[in-house]
């Protein structure tokens, strides 16, 4: 009776013992996947933080290139500028003595037989001048505006007075009074005009009774 009490109590044990082992067993389980589950979690959180990081410095260094890129435009921009106009107020003052070298040669008849032979030389050295420096200017893209018989253009052009006339349709540049100058595609000085205007009936009728 007592070794069967015995073998029963030792049974118990046994028991006790596998389900002990086995609950902590399913414990270890549970808590080996709560580990796993939060190292998951964690990983994912890694990774996204560092994935955020790689986007945002690759739109710092998208940014970066973008700037220089535009920056690099700016300056050629600006140098070409530079080189094409930063002369421009030098031109305006140099055009206003050519301007004056070009009135006295206006000046000079044109019957030069009469002159001494001094002044024919000196008046034919001023005409070889004033044709090198035309020439140095168109070599340096500086062109002179003269529109004599041209449509009025108010870009190029400054109507200073008109000219009433049917021999030419309106609006036609019949005089010149100052030639203009263009550098590259900037206007240096607009050409001092003279334009035509039509003449109307009643006033041709006026300027005959005037006549009368």
Same mark, same amino acid.
């Given at each position: 009776m007592s070794e069967k009490k015995g073998k029963i109590k030792i049974d118990n044990d046994v028991n006790y013992e596998d389900e002990k082992i086995e609950k902590t067993? @399913?414990? /270890?389980?549970?808590?080996?996947?709560?580990?796993?589950?939060?190292?998951?979690? /964690?990983?994912?959180?890694?990774?996204? /933080?560092?994935?955020?990081?790689? @986007?945002?410095? @690759?739109?710092q260094l998208m940014r970066s290139l973008a700037d220089s890129e535009n920056l690099r435009k700016r300056t050629i921009k600006e140098i070409e500028y530079a080189k094409k106009y930063s002369h421009i107020t030098f031109v305006r003052d140099l055009v206003s003595s050519v301007d004056n070298l070009q009135r006295a040669l206006e000046s000079v008849p044109k019957d030069k037989s009469e002159l001494s032979e001094p002044v024919k030389n000196l008046i034919i050295g001023l005409d070889i001048v004033e044709k090198e420096i035309i020439s140095t200017f168109e070599k340096h893209n500086l062109k002179q505006i003269c529109p004599l018989g041209q449509k009025f253009d108010y870009n190029f052009h400054q109507a200073m007075f008109e000219v009433p006339t049917n021999e030419s349709e309106p609006g036609i540049v019949v005089e010149v009074s100052q030639k203009g100058y263009l550098l590259h595609d900037r206007l240096v000085r607009p050409a001092m005009v003279g334009i035509s205007k039509e003449i109307k009936d009643e006033e041709v009728k006026e300027k005959k009774t005037d006549e009368v």
């Open positions: 067993e @399913k414990i /270890s389980d549970e808590n080996l996947a709560d580990i796993n589950s939060e190292f998951d979690e /964690s990983e994912i959180e890694n990774n996204n /933080s560092l994935e955020n990081q790689v @986007k945002d410095l @690759k739109d």
